[in-house]
Nanobody
């Protein structure tokens, strides 16, 4: 079981930027970011496959967020032009192998999350 630890959350004003990181305790396949706002279902944000290439972004973050892998075990999420609707708990997830979809039910490893709050 891979342990995942997120960092970098906090509060920012509308239009600002923030960078999240996720450190894995070992090698993984697909790594992804998900988020969940109060009262809403968990949703996918972005993912990188086992080869280190971004595979998908949520439509709501395209052009504003960039996912990247740094080394074998660190996943980052650079967020720009943040909006109030980006406010959520952000989770890092990992899955062995090459499957790298946006169905959060299929990810077996999860971090505890880091809160991102965007205020006007």
């Amino acid at each position: 079981q891979v342990q995942l630890v997120e960092s970098g959350g906090g509060s920012v004003q509308v239009g600002g930027s923030m960078r999240l990181s996720c450190e894995a305790s070992g090698d993984t396949g697909c790594m992804a970011w998900f988020r969940q706002a109060p009262g809403r279902e968990r949703e996918g944000v972005a993912a990188i496959n086992a080869g280190g290439s971004p595979t998908w972004y949520a439509n709501s973050v395209k052009g504003r967020f960039t996912v990247a892998q740094e080394g074998k075990t660190t996943l980052s999420l650079q967020m720009s032009r943040l909006k109030p609707e980006d406010t959520a708990m952000y989770y890092c997830a990992a899955q062995d192998g090459w499957w790298c979809g946006d169905d959060w039910h299929k990810y077996s490893n999860w971090g505890r999350g880091t809160q991102v709050t965007v205020s006007s």
